[in-house]
């Protein structure tokens, strides 16, 4: 005891590193001094914050139940119980002894700060709003948008900023949203569908470290790490719950969505540039002119596998029907069956760029200074027109009414006819890729400078150019 006692003293001017997370760490809490000890509760990307001894940061234990980043924590004043506030749209209410998950409040939005006073527990979210909830009977006793309770000054204060935030929300649509955080070219932009009311997407960068974010907001969600190599393409199932990511490492990588946690990992014998998901299928070309079909539910099933083109790289990939494939070279579409595994039609475009299909109305092709709308089942041109520049990417907005394209460092909107509504600067280097938003409101490009840009749609612009 004497000796432990002598050390103790040696200890105390030691710098302690606590180890187990995988993901950034947001947010740092502390219970007060019970019974002559303390705890601290780190909060992190990783969904799962953990326990320690405040005096030793010592493991103690992880609350497990939340589904997205964890951003902020508070304990009761007998450190007997806690809460945690969530990117999944979640407060939850824990046991702090037994770990044991108390309660769990739902929100509209994700949730980024909270407080625990007395018997009062209140949270603040991304859609401006403050729940104060009864952390005695678990009910939400008030929500205030821009109106402060009169009882807690320091609420009001937040409250007040947080209404000016509001009302500055519709300016805000009406701006460009730069997202930062590559460190190489962006080369791919992949949305998600519309799930409860919200939306993502993942950047695929020559860095290796896809990054997923809000497709509201733009705000960095987290970053999928793993590859060894640049990333060329992205695609979400139906629920955005997970990820396919393929690589110049030689890999196609399953990953969930919400934690970050890679599933699985598929190897090929030359790097992989397209790929494609729908349903159970993940659907996949390489530089080695084949296409890689896998069973998404099954990881440890054998890949179909047939040549797609003659020696040259497949550069998109699309699942069109249930039987039914397109792939697309320099120069040439062809469109599979796959029951068969042989081409059905083929399709030739000198100068062939990008060709986007979101599953919705047709796909579109961006070839020299042209976009050209064509029928995914019979590869037969529904219209097409001739820009002013050259045309490196182009994308159809979910509605089918209007055309987003990147032309070298310009960002531009247009009509089916080809009238030019909106053309954008900003970029320090070409645009290699562009894409609209599920809702239409925005689209987004990546760019050799490894920027994200979203821009408004040119409707948005009109209705807030006052």
Not at 165 to 179: F, H, L, M, R
Not at 241 to 265: E, F
């Amino acid at each position: 005891m004497a000796a432990k006692s002598a050390n103790a003293t040696n200890d105390a001017a030691k710098v302690k590193i606590c180890s187990g997370h995988t993901r950034p760490i947001c947010h740092i809490n502390y219970s007060q001094i019970v019974d002559g000890t303390f705890w601290f509760v780190t909060s992190c990307h990783d969904a799962k914050p953990m326990l320690r001894n405040g005096e030793t940061g010592d493991w103690v234990g992880t609350f497990e139940g939340h589904k997205g980043a964890v951003y902020c924590s508070s304990f009761n004043t007998g450190a007997t119980q806690l809460v945690t506030v969530s990117g999944d749209y979640t407060a939850k209410m824990w046991d702090a002894v037994t770990g044991k998950m108390l309660h769990s409040w739902e929100q509209k939005m994700y949730i980024k700060s909270c407080d625990w006073v007395g018997s009062t527990v209140v949270t603040g979210n991304n859609e401006s709003k403050v729940y104060v909830y009864d952390a005695f009977f678990w009910k939400k006793t008030t929500i205030h948008l821009g109106l402060a309770p009169p009882q807690h000054t320091q609420i009001a204060y937040t409250t007040e900023k947080m209404a000016a935030k509001s009302a500055n929300a519709t300016n805000d649509a009406a701006k460009v949203k730069i997202c930062s955080g590559h460190t190489r070219p962006i080369c791919h932009i992949n949305y998600s569908q519309i799930v409860d009311g919200t939306f993502w997407f993942v950047t695929s960068c020559h860095d290796a470290k896809p990054m997923l974010r809000n497709g509201e907001t733009g705000d960095w969600v987290g970053t999928f790490e793993g590859h060894k190599g640049a990333v060329y393409c992205s695609s979400f199932n139906t629920g955005a719950t997970q990820l396919v990511t393929v690589s110049g490492d030689y890999t196609a990588k399953m990953w969930d969505a919400v934690t970050g946690k890679m599933l699985h990992s598929w190897e090929q014998k030359m790097y992989i540039k397209s790929c494609d998901w729908v349903g159970s299928t993940v659907v996949t070309g390489n530089n080695e002119s084949k296409v890689y079909v896998y069973d998404a539910t099954n990881y440890s099933s054998e890949p179909t596998i047939f040549n797609a083109h003659d020696k040259v790289t497949v550069k998109s990939v699309y699942l069109t029907g249930p039987n039914t494939l397109v792939t697309a070279s320099e120069n040439n579409i062809f469109l599979w069956d796959l029951r068969q595994q042989k081409v059905a039609k083929t399709k030739e475009i000198a100068g062939l760029n990008v060709l986007e299909y979101t599953h919705k109305h047709s796909m579109v092709a961006a070839h020299g200074k042209s976009i050209t709308l064509i029928d995914p089942s019979s590869l037969d041109d529904v219209r097409s027109f001739l820009t002013a520049d050259d045309v490196e990417c182009a994308s159809l907005n979910p509605d089918g009414t209007l055309l987003a394209a990147g032309s070298k460092i310009k960002a531009k909107e247009f009509t089916l006819d080809g009238q030019e509504l909106e053309s954008h600067r900003g970029h320090h280097g070409p645009i290699f890729h562009i894409r609209w938003a599920p809702d239409g409101l925005t689209y987004a490009t990546g760019a050799e400078d490894g920027m994200v840009r979203v821009w408004p749609a040119h409707d948005i612009i009109l209705q807030y150019q006052d």
